[in-house]
């Protein structure tokens, strides 16, 4: 069998397209995307360009360098649609664009026009973050009212405490009561769903119902062992006048 030889002009080219292939070096961008990396001579033809957006029924111009790739015209229109990068889709000429792909490989001119579209998944996204959002700050409100309550209830703990200290009985109904109080407080923590920093708002103000249902408790046994102090009144008694007055007289 017979092969044909390769002719100098067939191993020139081969030669030629494994170097090429060989010299293609591809680079890292700020934002962590992978694009082909550009020579100093493509680079010396840069030119600015003014993209016309479509979004919906808003429209926007850019400027931006004819080299940059569509995930950088993402991040400029990140600042003006407030979508996030990975909640936009570009489409030029009827094709949707990614990130690493450079304008100019595309045939991007200037005054080119690009559609804008948002991912649909992420508007659900974005509307179980806000339920999620909206949930949160509930819990935060309500455990802000509790621990309001709980600085009015602790005032009152401090009060009492000074009281006895000092040797004053306290009505034990008045112990009471305010522990009943407390434990209101205790059941409405119980009854607020709250993740994150948000249960531990509410961790925090369930240790101070507990310690001032503990301090009462104390307390209580202190009272007790206070004995009432019995005011007793001494009534001094004069005597009584001379029953009758003797006057003289004068010339």
């Known amino acids: 069998m017979m092969k044909k030889k390769p002719s100098a002009t067939e191993n020139s080219s081969s030669s030629s397209s494994t170097a090429r292939e060989e010299e293609t070096e591809w680079e890292m961008r700020p934002g ?13 033809v840069t030119r600015n360009l003014r993209l016309r957006i479509a979004y919906g029924a808003l429209r926007y111009e850019i400027h931006v360098g ?3 790739t569509f995930g950088e015209v993402k991040k400029i229109l990140s600042g003006e649609t407030g979508l996030q990068v990975d909640e936009q889709r570009l489409v030029y000429r009827g094709k949707e664009r990614e990130n690493g792909e450079y304008l100019d490989v595309c045939g991007v001119k200037d005054r080119s026009k690009v559609v804008l579209i948002q991912d649909p998944s992420s508007i659900e996204r974005r509307f179980i973050q806000m339920r999620i959002n909206a949930k949160i700050q509930t819990a935060h409100r309500a455990i802000n009212n509790v621990a309001v309550q709980l600085d009015q ?27 009943e ?14 993740e994150g920093d948000a249960s531990a708002q509410k961790n925090l103000q369930g240790k101070r119902v507990q310690k001032c249902v503990e301090k009462l408790d104390q307390l209580k046994v202190t009272n007790a062992s206070i004995k009432p102090v019995v005011v007793t009144t001494k009534w001094e008694t004069f005597d009584h006048p001379p029953s009758s007055t003797t006057w003289e007289l004068f010339d």
């Open 32 to 44: 962590g995307m992978l694009v082909q990396k550009r020579t100093a001579k493509t680079e010396a």
């Open 66 to 68: 004819s080299m940059a």
């Open 153 to 179: 209830l602790a005032d009152q703990v401090s009060a009492i405490e000074k009281s006895i200290s000092n040797g004053v009985k306290v009505p034990e109904v008045q112990i009471t009561t305010l522990i």
């Open 181 to 194: 109080m407390l434990m209101r407080q205790a059941i409405k923590l119980e009854s607020i769903s709250a």
